[in-house]
């Protein structure tokens, strides 16, 4: 059984720092990209970032880039999200989520997936 559990959100002041971890089990962690998202109150899911191990490759949206960093640890079967200079607009209830490469596309496709594994997620609140 494939199960992906979020944690590490908190609450923090802007200009702050969090890290959040995805812990994975139940698949080989290998064979899937795991992508973190986010949805603030009122407002449309938003893809964060993106990691796919095997393929070596990272994605962002624009307005996380520079400020967060998508990392793996494949021994761990873990995925790290370390979020630098957070701003009150990151304030969000953050999944991460899984699914084949082939699913999630490339750069300009996989923030706008439905992937099939999702944790439950994590709050995150930046205070001005």
């Known amino acids: 059984e494939v199960h992906l559990e979020e944690s590490g959100g908190g609450l923090v002041q802007a200009g702050g720092s969090l890290r959040l971890s995805c812990a994975a089990s139940?698949?080989?962690?290998?064979?899937?990209?795991i992508a973190w998202f986010r949805q603030a109150p009122g407002k449309e899911r938003e893809g964060v970032s993106l990691i796919s191990s095997r393929a070596g490759t990272t994605y962002y949206t624009d307005s996380v880039k520079g400020r967060f960093t998508i990392s793996s640890d494949n021994a761990k079967n873990t995925v790290y999200l370390q979020m630098n200079s957070l701003k009150p607009e990151d304030t969000a209830v953050y999944y991460c989520?899984?699914?084949?490469?082939?699913?999630?596309?490339?750069?300009?496709?996989?923030?706008?997936?439905?992937?099939?594994?999702w944790g439950q997620g994590t709050q995150v609140t930046v205070s001005s």
């Open positions: 989520a899984a699914d084949s490469p082939m699913v999630w596309g490339g750069p300009n496709r996989w923030a706008h997936v439905s992937p099939y594994y």
């Open positions: 139940g698949f080989t962690f290998n064979d899937y990209a």
